[in-house]
């Protein structure tokens, strides 16, 4: 069953009952007090909450930054909050899962409703890890046209900082953006291909004065973490291969694939090696968990 | 008078003898009525043969004509009994001696000429089967009929020809067989013009050199298309029992050109994806083959897989596996050998564009799962290499063209298909079967050994990958083929790594 906390409420989250238009209630399942309380809370009345939006149409290089940035922030401690829309909100709440951290989904619907549906594996995972699901809508409210830019005033408004991975022209992650400009929060942007279609928003915020985050330490700096977190930024990942990999050729592979991820053809090309030859050490390296394959282009892992 | 003359029909890819009786009578009213199962284009031939006989300035008998098409209980069909029904007739007239042990066929045209005629060259067939010495056709049919070496085949152009010929006046030679200068620009698309598509070409090439199914999963204008319509340029050439299986199909289904001979490139065929099961399949009331027959030792590709009905692609299940369909009809049953090399195309997802490195996809992930449930998961699962055709970078090569030159041509990988054919033809000579890619499981295990190293490959790839049973089968198989192509007596690790990279992965069976 749905709980709900009225604004008036001490429990009511800090940050959010500063808005003028925050929400009279809120429904909520899961671990309310582990994650609000001020005292002891993980995210300790939304200070240590980062919002993190994107587009739905996200590309493997928006898949691949918002594991690797908001994985290392949530692990850190952050409580990541997003909307739970697939594309970059549900690769948000997933990295955080990963990583060991604390999530809380903003439905854009009644409490008792999954919205989308199809990602109620994602929705049970959130409660099961000590995360958080909250909405300002009661029962079966469905999630309409209009109930999407009303969440996202909830995701900025809980959030000290809010994190932009991918957004198009008309993304609306660039509501949640404004938003959490207008509520004067910390607004961070992660540099996006200036010819990716899913770069126009974020450039557009990274010229309105948003913060360029690199990595996830310019994050983790705003929030008072102790930086050079465990792991290095993506752009400093190292030129040295593991050791043990056997095989010149293997090791040629590891090395290109270091500095940059690529499809097999170009590295085939770049290599210039044929494709039969190359086809069998990738399958060697994948065998043992060197390298993996996502959306066409080879990683190392 | 009663005159009897030689004809065939054709039940499937086999003939059966039809006796043409053709009976003249001074007796009763004037009259031409043909009996025996005729069908509508048969109880026509009586206009088409009383005109062609009337405008050959022959007299056309004024009596009471009675032709009888024996045994009456096999259906008939087409035009082809024009030709032995007028040559009786005329013998009446003329007098002349119907030459013995000789078979007829033939459409007749109102001027008396004699048009193409589709089945000669399984006629032919049947008559060396049967014994008979002379096999009398349409002129335009007469090189297909004389692929089949040992009958005399007689090219004929009109009536006023064979009149001469049966009374002594003019003379005619047996048609020899002529070999129709083989096209050197069978090749539609080079390998070489593909840009890039390493990986894609490769699979492409395995496929062909062992006659695997192959699905090639790419965004719109990635190059799919133009691989498959790349394919039969680096086909190896039917041999020569093919080419009479292809040819004999081609001329059933009345698809021979005239004055055409034996095929020797293998067939390709890519139907649009509205087709009919019947028009893929085979079938109709008088079972005709369909696309899959006509693909026989081909290609048969089709081009946004997904969009095909599901029903249509359902039907397609038994003969992929059995190569060969029975189409069963209330008043016929017949066969027609279906063994093609299936290539699908299918774009990722609804828009087409997921992960594509520029233009962003649009498409809801319950529209991708939805889209991909389309394709019929028991035809994935017999098709053996999955492979992505990525988006090319156009620039990439535009500054380049060292790369593109660097492509191999179609005819030097071609021949690298033979080779590979050839390895396997020796390896099968003993078997029915003639490809990798046809191996049954009691193959695999007598003509697939691999080495130890490379059965630990794929017994941990299947654990880690979970592949099923047959997923299991189909990567040894395409092994093999790749082991064919090192010339490789045993499947070594790297055979097996290598086919590895062709496990289905975006489409992955649930």
Known sequence: MADSITKESPRYPTLLGELRDAPKQLYYRGNWDGIFSVEGGSASGGEKCLAVVGTRRMTSYGKRMTEQIVGEVAAAGVTVVSGFMYGIDAEAHKAALRAGGKTIAVMPCGIDVVHPEYQADLYQEILDTGGLVVSEYEGTHPALYWTFPRRNRIVAGLSKATLVVEAGEDSGALITADLAKKYGRKLFAVPNPLTSAVSQGVTRLLKEGATIASSADDILKYFGFRTRSRVRPYSQVGSDPTPQIAGELEQKIMQVLFKESMQIDALARKLKIPAAQLGAAISMLQLEGCITEEQGKLYVV | ?510
Do not use: W
């Not at chain 2, 000789?102 to 089945?119: A, N, P, Q, Y």
């Not at chain 2, 050439?237 to 299986?245: I, T």
């Not at chain 2, 049953?333 to 564009?353: E, K």
């Open chain 2, 1 to 510: 008078m009663l005159f009897k003359v030689q004809s065939a029909a054709n039940s499937g890819l086999e003939a059966l003898g039809v006796d043409i009786e053709i009976s003249v009578s001074n007796r009763g009213l004037p009259g031409f009525d043909i009996v025996g199962l005729p069908d509508k284009a048969v109880q026509e031939s009586k206009e088409r043969v009383r005109a062609a006989i009337g405008n050959s300035k022959i007299e056309f008998p004024q009596r009471k004509i009675t032709v009888n098409l024996a045994p009456a209980d096999i259906p008939k069909e087409g035009s082809l009994y024009d030709l032995p029904i007028a040559v009786g007739i005329m013998a009446s007239v003329l007098q002349y001696e119907i030459p013995p042990n000789s078979l007829f066929l033939g459409e007749l045209s109102l001027d008396g000429k004699l048009r193409h005629t589709k089945g000669a060259v399984l006629m032919a067939l049947f008559a060396k089967e049967q014994g008979f010495q002379n096999v009398f056709v349409p002129a335009e049919s007469a090189n297909e009929a004389a692929i089949i070496q040992g009958v005399n085949v007689y090219g004929i152009k009109n009536l006023t020809e064979i009149a001469g010929l049966f009374l002594g006046k003019s003379f005619l030679r047996p048609v020899a067989y002529q070999k129709k200068e083989e096209l050197t620009e069978d090749i539609e698309f080079d390998m070489a013009e593909v840009l890039g598509q390493e990986t894609a070409k490769r699979a492409v090439e395995i496929a062909a050199a062992g006659g695997h199914n192959i699905l090639m999963i790419g965004s719109p204008g990635s190059g799919k298309t133009m691989l498959a319509r790349a394919l039969p340029g680096i086909l190896p050439r039917l041999n020569e029992e093919e080419s009479l299986e292809v040819t004999k199909l081609y001329s059933i289904a009345g698809s021979m050109p005239p004055r055409g001979s034996l095929i020797t490139t293998r067939p390709f065929r890519s139907p649009h994806h509205s087709v009919s099961q019947i028009g893929l399949i085979g079938g109709g009331q008088k079972p005709q083959p369909g696309e899959i027959s006509l693909a026989h030792r081909g290609v048969l590709f089709l081009d946004e897989f997904n969009e095909f009905p599901r029903s249509v692609l359902e039907g397609l299940r038994q003969p992929v596996e059995d190569g060969a369909l029975t189409i069963s009809r209330s008043k016929e049953r017949v066969t027609y050998p279906c063994r093609f090399m299936l290539v699908a195309s299918a774009n990722p997802c609804p828009c087409g564009y997921l992960n594509h490195p520029r233009k962003p996809c649009v498409c809801t992930p319950r529209e991708i799962k939805k889209y991909r449930k389309r394709a019929s998961g028991p035809i994935l699962e017999r098709i053996d290499l999955h492979v992505e055709v990525p988006e090319v970078d156009v620039e990439e090569f535009r500054g380049n063209q060292k790369s593109t030159s660097a492509a191999e041509s179609s005819c030097s990988i071609r021949e690298r298909m033979s080779e590979a054919r050839k390895i396997q033809e020796t390896r099968f000579a003993e078997e029915s079967i003639y490809t990798n890619a046809e191996m049954k499981n009691a193959h695999i295990k007598k003509y697939a050994a691999l080495s130890k190293e490379a059965e630990q490959m794929v017994l941990r790839a299947a654990l880690q990958y979970q592949l099923s049973a047959r997923s299991f089968m189909k990567m040894i198989k395409i092994a093999r083929t790749i082991a064919d192509l090192a010339f490789e007596q045993q499947i070594g690790k790297e055979h097996m790594l290598e086919a590895l990279q062709y496990r289905p992965k975006i489409y992955e069976l649930d």
